[in-house]
């Protein structure tokens, strides 16, 4: 089965600082790998996935993820965070069963951006 | 567009006490989960449906029953409340041509206390 490691537990920046939220999971054959972002008392909405083809993807709101297969890893990254993207950050990968997205989340990173 | 929506928003429970919660989703999405979060843990499926008919367990389906006799409804059945049931239950729905590929739609969750 999969599994999902998120190496911190909390991250806390200041504002306009650089950003990086670690994300390893078990290798398999083919993988699908997400980012959730979840705010306060709301729940999970997507930031960006992996499916296939350019290593590098971005959201829309200045995020990135690479997928580094040789590393397993699926890092976080944004170059400037503001106030608002304080909220926990769930790093997944997807297994199919029956067809289904199967979600394996790791832990959450709960990043905190301080003034 | 109401996306994937949970009722109740919270509840207390007294131990032994059953309970319903309710998801309902207006995408005419096949495959609907249902997710438990406890802290420091990240999120774990409890059950999932490919369709209305069809159900399965998850990772941690202990306590807890689904049925889905519509693709709109998934509701979630707690038979014997217990303290270790306490956690926030999430439900997500996606359309799937494939295997593990298409994004999921979260619910804003239900926060439940069993006392």
């Known amino acids: 089965a999969q599994s999902v490691t998120q190496l911190d537990s909390q991250v806390p920046v200041f504002e306009e600082a650089p950003v990086e939220l670690r994300c390893n999971y078990s290798?398999?054959?083919?993988?699908?790998l997400f980012w959730y972002v979840q705010y306060p008392n709301q729940g999970l909405q997507l930031l960006l996935k992996y499916l296939s083809g350019s290593t590098l993807v971005e959201s829309i709101n200045g995020f990135e993820a690479e997928f580094n297969k040789s590393q397993t890893s699926f890092h976080l990254r944004k170059p400037s965070v503001h106030i608002s993207d304080t909220a926990e950050y769930f790093c997944?990968?997807?297994?199919?069963?029956?067809?289904?997205?199967?979600?394996?989340f790791g832990q959450g990173t709960r990043l905190t951006i301080n003034p | 567009n109401a996306g994937v929506t949970q009722t109740p928003k919270f509840r207390i429970l007294k131990i032994g006490q059953s309970m319903t919660l309710q998801c309902t989703q207006d995408m005419n999405h096949n495959y609907m989960y249902w997710y438990r979060q406890d802290p420091g843990m990240g999120l774990k499926l409890i059950y999932y449906s490919v369709g209305a008919g069809i159900t399965d367990k998850g990772e941690v389906p202990n306590g807890y029953n689904v049925s889905r006799s519509t693709t709109e409804d998934f509701p979630l059945r707690l038979e014997l409340a217990a303290p270790s049931q306490t956690s926030v239950y999430f439900c997500?729905?996606?359309?799937?041509?494939?295997?593990?590929?298409?994004?999921?739609?979260f619910g804003q969750g239900t926060r439940l206390t069993v006392v």
């Open positions: 997500a729905s996606s359309s799937s041509p494939g295997t593990g590929s298409t994004e999921a739609f």
């Open positions: 290798s398999s054959v083919s993988v699908y």
């Open positions: 997944a990968v997807s297994e199919g069963i029956q067809g289904a997205q199967k979600l394996v």
